[in-house]
C-alpha cells in the first residue's frame, strides 16, 4: 500500500516570502499522480497542483511550483509571494491509475500560517 | 452546476443513533468517495465507488455502509453511531486520475 507522509505539521512565513512545504511518498509503481489540495478554514479542498509522474517537467501554477523529485519519491510544494490567503491546511496525496480502482491516499496535513 | 454538495452540514448524534449523509454530484463523474477526516490524521477513505450499483471499501470501512443506486447519489449510512466516529465527513467525486472534487464537508458529533 502507498504511504504519504508530511513530517512538518505547522509551518508560518511572513507574507510576501517564500515557504516550502515537504512531501514525501512509498510507492513501487513507476506511473502515478501526485497532487496538492489547499484547505482553508472554510473547509473547503481546493486543488493547487497535479504532477504526472512520467513529465520529467515540474508543474507551476501561478505563485505555487512543485519540485518532484522522482527517485528520491519526494514531492515539495513552494509557495512564493505568499499571500494571506494562502494561510490554509496544505494536503498532500498520491494516485495510482488503475481502472476501477483509482483513490486518492492523503499525507497528515501541513498548517500553514501566512503572518502579515 | 452546483459540483458536489452534501447534506446534512453538521449534525449531532447520540450513541447507538442511525443516520444517513447524502453526497450529490451533477458532473456525471464515475467515481464517488467518502472520506473521514480527523485532527492529525488527515483525510482516510471510508468506501469509494467506480460507478452506479457498485461500492468498494477504503482504508476504514468499519462501522459504515454505503450504496449508489443512482449515479449522481452515493449514500454513507451509520448504523449504530460510536463516539469514535465523531469527525468531519468529506465526499468527493472524480473522472479518475484528473482531479477529485470536493463537498464542503459534514461535521458529526457522536455524543
Known amino acids: 500500500a502507498q504511504t504519504v507522509t508530511q513530517s512538518q505539521p505547522e509551518m508560518s512565513v511572513q507574507e510576501a516570502e517564500t515557504v516550502t512545504l515537504s512531501c514525501t511518498y512509498d510507492t513501487s509503481e513507476n506511473n502515478y499522480y501526485l497532487f496538492w489540495y489547499k484547505q482553508p478554514p472554510s473547509r473547503q479542498m481546493i486543488l493547487v497542483i497535479r504532477q504526472e509522474a512520467y513529465k520529467q517537467q515540474n508543474a507551476t501554477e501561478n505563485r505555487f511550483s512543485v519540485n518532484f523529485q522522482k527517485a528520491a519519491k519526494s514531492f515539495s510544494l513552494k509557495i512564493s509571494d505568499s499571500q494571506l490567503g494562502d494561510t490554509a491546511m496544505y494536503f498532500c496525496a498520491f494516485m495510482k491509475p488503475q481502472v476501477g480502482n483509482e483513490k486518492l491516499t492523503f499525507g497528515t496535513g501541513t498548517r500553514l500560517t501566512i503572518i502579515p | 452546476n452546483a459540483g458536489v454538495t452534501q447534506t446534512p452540514k453538521f449534525r449531532v448524534l447520540k450513541t447507538g443513533q442511525s443516520m444517513t449523509l447524502l453526497c450529490a454530484q451533477d458532473m456525471n463523474h464515475e467515481y464517488m468517495y467518502w472520506y473521514r477526516q480527523d485532527p492529525g490524521m488527515g483525510l482516510r477513505l471510508i468506501h469509494y465507488s467506480v460507478g452506479e450499483g457498485t461500492t468498494a471499501k477504503g482504508e476504514v470501512p468499519d462501522g459504515y455502509n454505503v450504496s449508489r443506486l443512482k449515479k449522481q447519489n452515493f449514500l454513507l449510512g451509520l448504523e449504530s453511531a460510536a463516539p469514535s466516529q465523531t469527525s468531519v465527513y468529506f465526499c468527493?467525486?472524480?473522472?479518475?486520475?484528473?482531479?477529485?472534487?470536493f463537498g464542503p464537508g459534514t461535521r458529526l458529533l457522536v455524543l
Open positions: 468527493a467525486s472524480s473522472v479518475g486520475s484528473l482531479r477529485a472534487y
